[in-house]
């Protein structure tokens, strides 16, 4: 059984850091490519972060202007991110998310339950 | 590309049929579009890959169709556990995934 557990998340100050994890099972984690999305309450899911299998390549929403970087650990199989300078309106859930891509088909198979992170003073 | 979601809410009682709409700002490969249905406390569950295949555990009653621009979700009988918000999402080039606004399917 495919299992992704968000931790990290909590009350941050403005202009703080946070790193979250996501511990993942039931899986060949380091065949897969993975995704960190966020979701403020009452708005729709955004993507955030992509990281391939080997950690080799990132890609991050230009919106966030490298103040976020995601990473990997295939041996302990798990997922970061790092969040440097957060402001009030990076207040939302965040998850971890599983990529998969065949010949055919690209979609995000398996998700994370999610973990809050809340930047206010 | 921009997806679009309609109805923005849908008020529906048991055994009714759902039908939500996802239209896209231009054309969009049809391997490339999944649904996704989001319940209250939980990670997104995917639905349906490849704009009409059922994900593993998915029940028949909920089917995809479409192509081009227009791409549609059924549920065929609703039922109460299928309270949820429900998501189109387009796996692109840049950024590489996109999604609707969400259509919420409530349950009278």
């Known amino acids: 059984e495919v299992r992704l557990v968000e931790s990290g998340g909590g009350v941050v100050q403005p202009g703080g850091s946070l790193t979250l994890s996501c511990a993942a099972s039931?899986?060949?984690?380091?065949?897969?490519?993975m995704h960190w999305f966020r979701q403020v309450p009452g708005r729709s899911l955004e993507w955030v972060s992509l990281?391939?299998?080997?950690?080799?390549?990132?890609y991050n929403e230009d919106s966030l202007k490298g103040r976020f970087t995601i990473s990997r650990d295939n041996s302990e199989k798990s997922l970061f991110l790092q969040m440097n300078t957060l402001r009030t309106e990076d207040t939302a859930f965040y998850f971890c998310?599983?990529?998969?891509?065949?010949?055919?088909?690209?979609?995000?198979?398996?998700w994370g339950q999610g973990t809050l992170v809340t930047v206010s003073s | 590309i921009v997806l679009t979601q309609s109805p923005g809410t849908l008020s529906l009682s048991p055994g009714e049929r759902a039908t939500l709409s996802c239209r896209a700002s231009q054309t969009v490969n049809g391997n490339y579009l999944a649904w996704y249905g989001h319940k209250p406390g939980q990670g997104p569950r995917l639905l349906i890959y490849?704009?009409?295949t059922r994900a593993t555990g998915i029940p028949d009653r909920i089917s995809g169709s479409g192509s081009g621009t227009d791409f549609t979700l059924t549920i065929s009988r609703v039922e109460p556990e299928d309270l949820a918000v429900y998501y189109c999402?387009?796996?692109?080039?840049?950024?590489?995934?996109?999604f609707g606004q969400g259509t919420r399917l409530e349950i009278q």
């Open positions: 998310a599983k990529d998969y891509c065949s010949t055919t088909n690209c979609y995000i198979d398996y």
């Open positions: 490849g704009a009409s």
């Open positions: 990281i391939t299998g080997d950690g080799g390549t990132t």
């Open positions: 039931g899986f060949k984690f380091d065949h897969y490519a």
């Open positions: 999402h387009q796996y692109g080039s840049s950024p590489p995934v996109t």
